[in-house]
């Protein structure tokens, strides 16, 4: 690996300058398990490497009841799964970050990291998508919020600017009545990259979808939210019928590159097989039944 | 371009070095601190055999950088033997002919041990997931398995007798 300059900075003001200084020959490292190996084969130019880790608003999990989940975005997978109150309120977020590598990875991978990377088939991203998180962006000059289906603009490429930092997810507080579920598919049990995958939320009332989030992961350029699948579910009767038509809105909206993983009519089948059996789990997950 | 000084506790005991900011743990154990039980296979994460504990859960020591071990606390396959006393998931790869050419056995055996202090009595299947990143070219992992369970027995006949 090329030379680098190693900063730890423990308060967030301290990152954004540092951000603030070296602009794009900094990159932020929580896990290193994608920037250490894109800097080793020599895919990353930057020379300044910003270890978030000690920034308490990077490592934090925050649970408000009503208003929700401060995700900071260098918390690593394991202890997201091993929260009981992300276990209780946010099953489909253990779906995701309990597949992302391995046990080592898991110890090391971030959520924040994973978006931030914008791989089209990042795990995380499309349950986050599903539940409607935002993405607290901040630099020295002030803070944003962008949805986290804005947040990559393209495979490798995000909508930080230079100096700005992830920050932290928000996922708002879920409803009694709603679910959620992240599925995906891979040709092996574990260890392995999306062929296709489903994020999927649901709200019930009255035994029927009040409305649903529906979002995909290595169908296109970026994970994908399909809003003609939530609006398939919206206002419909709570039963296999309305899941049918969201989960072949989810094909439909599929634009899928065929490569060594699967063909492009492969993954547009998978989407609508995934996204219907991640709407059944997230029905149950709801407490409401299939009729 | 400077180096960093780095204290950090290693297999119990204090430890400071020097290390380029762009070396990895993995470089800092095996090149500069010398410790080469830890061995060096795919070096992007993949395949486990650099697995070390740092701060209570495993990790690839290709992905962390050394100058993260700052205040950390770090068990290497150095400090899994107490002496000349052989831990039990030791002998029982020795007595499973759990290994082979032995590159990939440090990282099965501190994952082992990770999984046994959370886990005393694991299914099959959850000692196959939890192994999952530890990839191994020779034995294809059924006495690995076996000596993991095998060792799980004997460690909790220890602590019920």
Known sequence: MHWIDYYRPSTLEACLEAFAKHGASARALAGGTDLLVQMRAGRLANNVVVDVKAVPELNEIRYEPGIGLTLGAAVPCYRIYGDPTVQREYPALIDSVSMIGGTQIQGRASVGGNLCNASPSADAVPPLIALGATCRVASVAGEREIPVEDFCTAPGTNALGEREVLVSLNLPAPSPDSGACYLRFIPRNEMDIAVAGAGVSVRLANGCFDSGRVALAAVAATPLLVPEAGAALGGQPGGRAAIAAAAAAAKAAARPISDMRGTAEYRGNLCEVLTRRALEKAVERAGGTLG | ?161
């Open chain 2, 1 to 161: 371009m400077q180096s960093i000084h780095v204290r950090t506790t290693i297999n119990g005991q204090a430890a400071e070095f020097l290390c380029e900011p762009r070396q990895s743990l993995l470089e800092v154990l095996r090149d500069v601190l010398r410790l080469t039980g830890t061995k060096e296979g795919c070096n992007d994460g993949n395949c486990g055999a650099c697995t070390v504990e740092m701060d209570g859960r495993i990790v690839p020591a290709c992905l962390v950088l050394g100058a993260e071990a700052e205040g950390a606390d770090i068990l290497t396959i150095e400090g899994i033997a107490e002496g000349s006393a052989l831990h039990e998931l030791q002998n029982a790869f020795l007595e499973g002919a759990a290994l082979q050419c032995g590159v990939c056995t440090p990282g099965f055996i501190v994952a082992s041990k990770s999984l046994l202090e959370s886990n005393p009595d694991p299914s099959e299947e959850e000692i196959r997931f939890w192994l999952a990143n530890n990839l191994c070219r020779c034995t294809g992992y059924d006495k690995i398995v076996r000596s993991v369970q095998a060792a799980a027995g004997k460690m909790q006949q220890e602590t019920t007798s």
